[in-house]
């Protein structure tokens, strides 16, 4: 479509990159329910969200997302702070609430669900993000990513496990 029919229906750039944002966030949305549902151990549960969360993140409207955030967002602070209260703190405060519920069940020993949520997405998800973002993955990477996804998930999850080597204990 042409610059008129963009302003038309978003009226600005601003309003266009906020729709893209908007349509971007609700994906995680399915993959934090299941995980929250899950009756299955962290150690099994874990990496069926994780990967259904890293295909969110490679799929293209994230990218997108994630290159304007990167790009746009010291001029449009407004719209970057927006996608930030919107798109990133839901899904960590869903992931937090997953990790004090495994905590209080027994399954995980952790000190502050909300600080290990953060660690999990970017321990598990900070590569992929940044490499995409880059872009410096594509499809032929699926592969790898997803390995190496499943390889952060197992060491996060056996650091958080009672009797694990905690994540962020002084082992000197």
């Not at 952790?110 to 490499?131: C, E, K, Q």
Request: with cysteine.
């Amino acid at each position: 479509g042409s610059l008129t029919t963009l302003y038309q229906a978003y009226g600005s750039k601003k309003g266009l990159v906020r729709a893209i944002m908007e349509r971007c966030i609700g994906g995680f949305a399915q993959t934090m329910d299941a995980l929250h549902d899950s009756p299955l151990p962290p150690e099994q549960a874990l990496p069926i969200a994780a990967e259904g969360m890293l295909e969110e993140i490679l799929s293209p409207r994230h990218i997108v997302t994630h290159r304007i955030v990167v790009a746009e967002g010291v001029s449009f602070p407004d719209l970057r702070d927006w996608y930030f209260e919107h798109g990133v703190a839901p899904p960590n405060l869903r992931m937090a609430d997953y990790f004090a519920r495994q905590m209080q069940a027994g399954r995980l020993h952790l000190d502050s669900p909300r600080v290990v949520a953060n660690r999990f997405h970017m321990m598990v998800f900070g590569d992929a993000i940044i490499r995409s973002t880059a872009g410096v993955l594509d499809t032929g990477d699926l592969a790898w990513i997803k390995a190496d996804t499943r390889e952060a998930v197992a060491i996060f999850v056996r650091g958080m496990q009672p009797g694990g080597a905690r994540a962020g204990a002084d082992t000197g």
